[in-house]
């Protein structure tokens, strides 16, 4: 078992105040117990902030260059720990090998990496002239910051909030999620072998209530938030109150857009990858595939072929597409989703239960349903798990219409064998990201989403710049 018995905090592992307090982390495949971790309460929270305020001033007063050293050290420490990070995130939230090694073994010193060069590239003031001023632009770390992360891509959504705000200056109270809570301490040991100062990042895993109490913490200047949108509205409204700058990214209910003329090989090709990634378990995944009328049947099919096709099993098998949901709970609730997709009249393709030769673990088989009405509770609302909705539509306006009536506005794809067409229809999709013909969140482009998908962006210079505060100071204007 992989146990663990304190929390990373100071540069040091901590025992919590409150020792009865913990968490057991399934292993997806099995329903077994993987290992323990305290869960923090509000002692190990304030001793956490406390520890962040403390390294503050001497982080933000080191030489950028020094700054930016650490984290590359910090970056290697994590790349060469990424093979066993993978397959332990696998274990605990189901995610195939195949995507894990990349999505938490690699990204994060990737992230590390980028930022700490791009530091470098934007070090120095803006000095700029005006009528009544020359104006020098100063950007400064807005100070202790409360990353709080989801389960289902821990190590990846962890470094999207540590490596810019390190790089900005900042420190980092990071709050991991009880699912997923054994690979938070792999940070903690890359952090120690990296010499990061202490109190720089701090690691505590903790459930809904010591979340609530970081947020409103008054020794935290920034929130940076990945989950539901149920939970981001709650944290947005507290920051809100307190004046606090907050960073929401949530749900989505995105859509993958058939144009009439799309090669359906390289829609069926991209599929997993863009509408079923992570078993579903992405936030940004095309679960809304829009098919026109004119080619619905075809695409019902080419969909329903692919996805039952796909191979369920354990996730730490590289050849596994499909492995299990992180717990017994998500399971319950996709399966729900699943029956009132039934109820509703949606005609079920593939899928719709339990694999029968998976009599351990929380699988549930990829399904497919078409003659879905967008205005139906499977099209509209999150499932979360390997289920996708096939819709049809007339023409382009109506394809755009039903992508846009939604709450969220996270990701979306649009597929086509006319590359500008599908950059026009994608500028018309209402939603932060939209990928012609493929999708894949690159760490120098902004992520982010509209409506109800959240607040604010991740990744490239506009996710450095979230971390930061902008002072000007005025001085005399130049006379000629």
């Not at 002239?129 to 990353?147: D, H, I, M, T």
Request: one cysteine or more; a negative charge.
């Amino acid at each position: 078992m992989l146990n663990r018995d304190s929390f990373f905090i100071g540069g040091q592992f901590t025992p919590p105040a409150a020792p009865d307090r913990v968490t057991e982390v399934g292993e997806a495949a099995t329903g077994a117990v993987l290992g323990t971790a305290p869960l923090a309460g509000t002692a190990d929270i304030d001793a956490a902030v406390t520890a962040a305020r403390d390294a503050f001033g001497r982080w933000s007063a080191l030489p950028v260059a020094e700054r930016a050293a650490a984290m590359r050290r910090l970056a290697a420490a994590l790349k060469s720990r990424a093979k066993e990070t993978s397959k332990l995130v696998s274990r605990e939230n189901g995610m195939p090998a195949k995507l894990s090694i990349g999505a938490n073994g690699y990204s994060p010193a990737i992230m590390l990496e980028y930022y700490a060069d791009l530091s470098e590239q934007l070090e120095g003031d803006d000095l700029r002239s005006g009528v009544l001023a020359q104006v020098r632009v100063r950007r400064e770390p807005v100070g202790v910051v409360a990353a709080i992360i989801p389960w289902n891509y821990p190590q990846a959504l962890a470094a999207m909030k540590i490596a810019p705000a390190l790089a900005a200056g900042c420190t980092v109270v990071l709050k991991a999620a009880p699912e997923t809570a054994l690979d938070a301490y792999i940070w903690a040991d890359a952090a120690r072998e990296a010499e990061l100062p202490a109190g720089v990042l701090n690691i505590v895993p903790g459930d809904r209530d010591a979340g609530a109490h970081l947020v409103s913490h008054p020794d935290v200047n920034k929130v940076a938030f990945t989950g539901s949108t149920a939970a981001g509205r709650a944290i947005g409204e507290a920051c809100g109150r307190l004046l606090r700058p907050v960073t929401l990214e949530l749900g989505g209910k995105s859509v993958a857009l058939v144009a009439d003329d799309a090669d359906l090989e390289v829609f069926t090709g991209g599929l997993l990858d863009v509408c079923l990634p992570n078993n579903g378990q992405t936030c940004h995944a095309g679960t809304r595939i829009l098919a026109p009328q004119s080619r619905y049947d075809e695409v019902v099919d080419a969909v329903t072929e692919t996805v039952r096709a796909l191979r369920v099993g354990d996730p730490l098998d590289r050849a596994t597409q499909i492995g299990p949901l992180v717990s017994e709970a998500q399971r319950k609730r996709v399966l729900s989703y699943i029956d009132e997709g039934r109820r509703a009249g949606a005609r079920l393709t593939t899928g719709g239960s339990i694999p029968a030769d998976q009599s351990a673990g929380w699988f549930v088989e990829p399904t497919v349903f078409a003659d879905v009405d967008n205005a139906s509770v499977i099209a509209q609302e999150e499932i979360f798990g390997p289920v996708l909705c096939v819709l049809p539509y007339g023409d382009e306006d109506e394809a755009v219409a039903i992508a846009n009536d939604s709450d969220y506005g996270l990701g979306g794809t649009v597929w086509t064998a006319d590359v500008e067409r599908g950059q026009q229809l994608a500028d018309r999709i209402h939603s932060g990201t939209v990928g012609v013909n493929h999708y894949a969140l690159d760490v120098v482009g902004p992520f982010g989403g509209v409506k109800s998908s959240g607040l604010g962006r991740e990744l490239g210079p506009e996710g450095l710049v979230a971390y930061q505060v902008l002072k000007s100071v005025y001085l005399p204007p130049t006379r000629n």
